[in-house]
């Protein structure tokens, strides 16, 4: 499968950019993603909607969960380590 962000690097910028605007990253110990948080569509069942717009999301980016936002807070020059 093919992802719309290879690097956590590119939703940051996209994040910095407002292309996505509702959602937020979620970061687990092993894993991270995409959510949405963001307005629900008129006359829309509000689980349904989130329910499809996550999974829609998850397809956009897969990450290394900790150990990306370790490797992230290096590459700013803040030590940090992965527990």
């Given at each position: 499968m093919s992802r719309k962000y290879?690097?956590?690097?590119?939703?940051?910028?996209?994040?910095?950019?407002g292309e996505l605007k509702g959602?937020?990253?979620?970061?687990?110990?092993?894993?991270?993603?995409?959510r949405y948080n963001g307005a629900i569509a008129d006359g829309e069942?509000?689980?349904?909607?989130?329910?499809?717009k996550n999974d829609e999301a998850r397809q956009w980016y897969e990450g290394r969960g900790y150990a990306d936002l370790v490797?992230?807070?290096?590459?700013?020059?803040?030590p940090s380590r992965w527990c």
């Open positions: 290879k690097t956590l690097k590119e939703p940051a910028q996209a994040f910095a950019e959602y937020y990253l979620m970061v687990d110990n092993d894993c991270a993603f995409l069942d509000e689980s349904s909607f989130r329910d499809e490797n992230a807070l290096e590459a700013a020059g803040i």
